[in-house]
């Protein structure tokens, strides 16, 4: 029964791709979208699959989730010392919000049960001990997010914290902690307003954010798969996921943040809890961060643009010769340019006409009508 239910996490965790191989091995029909591969697969489990079916599930398992087993070389490359590791209070001060998780016993991402014995302070061997390196993960990448623009920044509650994969189980669990100061209770409490549709929220909120762990450019918000979220023990509330775009694909949620104000402690003397759990992705990892952030409606962005005034007319006119410019190397010249009065997202007459300053057309939208259809 051990073997079954072991066999039957496995399957469980496969893609498409992997549910396709083992169906066509055991020689059943592979066609069809994932929760009907799924379907199938399970079906060939309850039926009694043979040994060879078995030992295939368990090589494809084996493929997409491979156990890295430490060397000596592996160890000695780490350099780990507990000589050197850094104080309790190094750790705490100034950063209680920024802890992830507990490390249980493990050092640099390594379990303990697997790291050189540490000689006592004045043994023979003490001169033997290696240096320490830097984590394997970093607790906080130079990970940055990328800047919404209905949102004003006003602190930042835990920075981007790396999600690692700290073991070889499917699913992974972080826990986080963060306090709100009276300054910010306050700033919450006073921001309680009526929205568009009659919905009383705060303008002023904690919002979650999720990304994958890259720092090469500002990350858009990307969910972990299999995510969930408890806030103080409650569950929270996640985006909805998107219809698939092409048959088997896997479903995305949104890229979006998360508004978790109604479930956060709003007071200044209870810390708050949070708890992520994930399924683990070889070589992928993702980053988790909240803000206290102020929320803008398409109105107030709309008395910013105005307030930075309009584009010189020049730029226009330039960009129009550019257009009228033959080209050299192609037959076609372009003669004239039409431009209609019309916001193409409304259907009505311009009244505000902008366009992104990357934008090479000339064809503008309604500012008003393009700022509410994205805050929609």
Request: proline letters at 9%.
């Amino acid at each position: 029964m051990a073997e079954a239910a072991e066999l039957k996490h496995m399957v469980m965790s496969f893609r498409v791709s992997e549910l396709q191989v083992l169906l066509g091995f055991a020689g059943r029909n592979k066609s069809g979208r994932k929760h009907e591969l799924l379907t199938k697969a399970l079906q060939l489990l309850k039926s009694g699959c043979s040994s060879a079916v078995q030992m295939k599930i368990k090589e494809l398992y084996r493929r997409r989730f491979p156990r890295k087993i430490l060397t000596p070389s592996d160890l000695s490359m780490l350099h780990l010392q507990a000589g050197q590791l850094p104080s309790a209070t190094a750790l705490t001060q100034g950063a209680m919000c920024h802890l992830p998780y507990d490390n249980g016993g493990v050092v640099s991402g390594v379990p303990s049960s697997m790291l050189p014995p540490v000689p006592m302070l004045g043994s023979k061997h003490e001169a033997d001990v290696p240096h320490l390196s830097p984590p394997i993960h970093p607790v906080h990448p130079d990970v940055k997010m990328r800047r919404l623009p209905f949102y004003d920044v006003y602190d930042e509650l835990i920075k981007p914290t790396t999600l690692a994969s700290v073991n070889s189980q499917r699913f992974e669990e972080a826990h986080f902690t963060f306090a709100l100061t009276p300054q910010q209770v306050q700033q919450i409490l006073t921001s309680r307003d009526i929205l568009p549709g009659a919905k009383c929220d705060y303008t002023v909120q904690v919002q979650l954010r999720f990304c994958l762990c890259e720092t090469s450019c500002p990350q858009e918000d990307y969910f972990p798969p299999n995510l969930f979220v408890k806030i103080n023990g409650k569950l929270c509330p996640l985006p909805g996921y998107l219809p698939p775009t092409k048959n088997g694909a896997e479903p995305k949620r949104p890229s979006r943040p998360i508004n978790i104000t109604p479930l956060v402690r709003l007071s200044a003397t209870v810390p708050n809890t949070i708890v992520v759990n994930w399924s683990s992705e070889f070589g992928r990892n993702y980053s988790l961060s909240v803000y206290l952030v102020k929320q803008l409606t398409s109105v107030t962005l709309l008395q910013k643009l105005r307030a930075k005034g309009i584009r010189n007319p020049d730029h226009s006119r330039a960009l129009i010769k550019e257009k009228l410019t033959a080209d050299p190397d192609s037959e076609i010249a372009t003669t004239s340019l039409r431009v209609s009065l019309m916001c193409p997202l409304g259907k009505m007459r311009l009244i505000v006409p902008c366009r992104a300053f990357t934008c090479t057309h000339l064809q503008c939208f309604d500012a008003a009508l393009y700022l509410q259809m994205n805050e929609k």
